[in-house]
């Protein structure tokens, strides 16, 4: 699978957007770009994920370049319940494992 | 919305014991999978398991380690002999709905096994 970075940390004033960038210029054409994020020490919640266009649903939308080098997450109205740490990862899917990363520490301040 | 259940939820044991870690994937999916995250660490992945038998397991996963799907619904990770090494949040992900093409991996709330 190919690989990811992430800045390791954000900070986003509640009730605004928070736009969280991932590269992965490595990224083969059947591989999808998958978001999902963990608060606290749970279980990584699967937020959105693409393989080559934008894609919207309740929670985020994701942003996806024409080359597919790199994407972005993003949470149109953060509130504090939206602190957690996000991870990008790039995976065929199917049954293949994910390789998470460190991840995007996102912070949302009053 | 179907949701991947784990017990028990926290699990305390001595050191050179047996554990099982338990997990009732999403009801219709394929693919199950064990991961495990060292507190300030990564999360790791374990193994995944299809079709009755191991599909891929990483080099943590060994010969200590072992998982079973012992009837339809429940999926189990056992640790033979525990290490002190072997504290973790153990986290149990299912995924691929037949027929639909849907293969995002949905997540347990985590077992979070400490070894004294």
């Known amino acids: 699978d190919a690989k990811t970075t992430q800045p390791p940390s954000m900070d986003c004033a509640e009730g605004r957007a928070a736009n969280l960038p991932c590269n992965h210029s490595t990224i083969s054409g059947n591989e999808y770009v998958y978001w999902y994020r963990q608060i606290h020490s749970q279980g990584p919640q699967y937020i959105i994920h693409?393989?080559?266009n934008n894609e919207t649903n309740e929670m985020a939308s994701l942003i996806i370049t024409e080359d597919r080098k790199s994407s972005t997450l993003i949470l149109p109205h953060a509130t504090l319940r939206d602190t957690a740490v996000y991870y990008c990862i790039v995976t065929t899917g199917g049954g293949n494992k994910l390789t998470f990363g460190t991840g995007t520490q996102l912070k949302v301040e009053l | 919305e179907p949701e991947v259940t784990q017990t028990p939820s926290h699990q305390v044991t001595q050191m050179g014991q047996e554990v099982i870690l338990r997990c009732v994937p999403i009801?219709?999916?394929?693919?199950f999978y064990w991961y495990r995250q060292i507190l300030g660490q990564k999360v790791e992945f374990l193994v995944s398991?299809?079709?009755?038998?191991?599909?891929?397991k990483s080099e943590i996963f060994d010969d200590q380690f072992s998982v079973e799907r012992p009837d339809g619904s429940n999926f189990t990770l056992k640790i033979r002999s525990t290490k002190l090494e072997d504290s973790a949040m153990y986290f149990c992900?299912?995924?691929?709905?037949?027929?639909?093409?849907?293969?995002?991996?949905?997540f347990g709330p985590g077992t979070r096994l400490t070894v004294l």
């Open positions: 693409g393989l080559k």
């Open positions: 009801s219709n999916h394929l693919y």
């Open positions: 398991f299809y079709n009755n038998e191991i599909s891929e």
């Open positions: 992900a299912s995924s691929v709905t037949p027929g639909l093409a849907r293969y995002t991996q949905y």
